[in-house]
């Protein structure tokens, strides 16, 4: 399995913006799908944005649609997560996946893992 290794994560003010990044411990890592899930305390891990092994089709979650922005490239085995406009909502250990179908928003499809960033907003 490819090992993934996330980064970037921190403390913003709500409004501040953060960029994540996951690389790959491998070049084959460009023919996988990859996701951001996020997990906060006492919650369920939930998807927040996941994309194609080309970058060209991208799902969000609705909670983050028009703030969040998630792009790869390939040439450095590596995907991003741009956070903008943060709430203190987004509060959250931020775990980058990968799996065989782009856009899928079900944990069972994803089964390699990152150790995940912590993200905390204050309000």
């Known amino acids: 399995q490819v090992k993934l290794a996330e980064s970037g994560g921190g403390s913003v003010q709500a409004g501040g913006s953060l960029r994540l990044s996951c690389v790959a411990s491998e070049r084959l890592f460009s023919a996988y799908a990859a996701a951001w899930f996020r997990q906060a305390p006492g919650k369920e891990r939930e998807f927040v944005a996941g994309t194609s092994w080309s970058g060209e089709y991208t799902v969000y979650a609705d909670s983050v649609k028009g703030r969040f922005t998630m792009s790869r490239d390939n040439y450095r085995n590596t995907v991003y997560l741009q956070m903008n406009s943060l709430k203190s909502g987004d509060t959250a250990v931020y775990y980058c996946?990968?799996?065989?179908?782009?856009?899928?928003?079900?944990?069972?499809?994803?089964?390699?893992w990152g150790q995940g960033t912590q993200v905390t907003v204050s309000s």
């Open positions: 996946a990968a799996g065989n179908t782009g856009g899928a928003t079900s944990i069972e499809e994803y089964y390699s």
